[in-house]
């Protein structure tokens, strides 16, 4: 498959934990990136590779990744976490790039 | 600090041709390692990724697309320029360009503010 996919809306109570998953076989191969978008901006960058974080992005935010599923924690959630995540990976032949569906938390 | 901005047309009719540019600074497309891509999102929609070019001038498309888009780049400008074929009304949506190195394992560190643009008659 060639695709990745998310779950559309997941929801966590404020301070509280949450896990976003993305599903697709190139992710057997390689790692997610995370993406979270505000609604009006534009992507910024929060996790790549195993669980590497971009400087600035706090680190209440953490990836893990078990055979073709990929998922993005936030421990503690925050109002201002509450955005549209995006997942994505190269594919399998590691000529292009595919983005998932995208998740959007609500924080309650 | 990198910026890259988006820039072209906002309104395009039907079947024409997509010429959009982004400026960027703060970094070298000369540089090994660098690459810029052309990431869109229709209104209301999810991210969809079109394409990159690499320092060295390769250059990869997303297969859906390949057949309509070209990217180019400009060293001595800072500038690379995506071109879209017979355009659609489903082509209509913010285009983004974005940066990124294989420090990051070429995820997309930095991005423009994206262009919002219209295919209609």
């Known amino acids: 498959s060639s695709e990745l996919t998310q779950d559309p809306a997941v929801s966590v109570a404020l301070g509280q934990t949450v896990r976003i998953t993305c599903q697709g076989d190139?992710?057997?191969?390689?790692?997610a990136t995370w993406y979270q978008q505000k609604p009006g901006q534009a992507p910024v960058l929060i996790l790549f590779?195993?669980?590497d974080r971009p400087s600035g992005i706090p680190d209440r935010f953490s990836g893990s990744s078990s055979g073709d599923t990929a998922s993005l924690t936030i421990t503690g959630a925050q109002a201002e976490d509450e955005a549209d995540y995006y997942c994505?990976?190269?594919?399998?032949?590691?000529?292009?790039?595919?983005f998932g569906g995208g998740t959007r938390l609500t924080v309650l | 600090q990198i910026t890259l901005k988006e820039s072209g047309p906002t309104l395009v009719e039907p079947t024409e041709t997509l010429t959009l540019t982004c400026s960027f600074s703060?970094?070298?497309?000369?540089?090994?390692?660098?690459?810029v891509g052309w990431i869109r999102q229709p209104p209301g929609k999810a991210l969809e990724w079109l394409a990159l070019?690499?320092?060295?001038?390769?250059?990869r498309y997303s297969p859906s697309l390949k057949s309509r888009l070209t990217v180019t780049k400009d060293t001595s400008k800072n500038q690379v320029v995506l071109t879209m074929t017979n355009v659609d009304p489903v082509d209509t949506a913010t285009y983004y360009c974005?940066?990124?190195?294989?420090?990051?394992?070429?995820?997309?560190?930095?991005w423009g503010q994206g262009t919002l643009v219209t295919v209609s008659s």
């Open positions: 590779d195993k669980n």
């Open positions: 994505n990976s190269r594919d399998n032949n590691h000529n292009h790039v595919l």
């Open positions: 974005a940066h990124a190195t294989s420090v990051t394992n070429w995820a997309e560190s930095s």
């Open positions: 190139s992710l057997r191969k390689f790692y």
């Open positions: 070019i690499y320092w060295d001038d390769d250059r």
């Open positions: 703060g970094f070298s497309l000369t540089t090994s390692g660098v690459g």
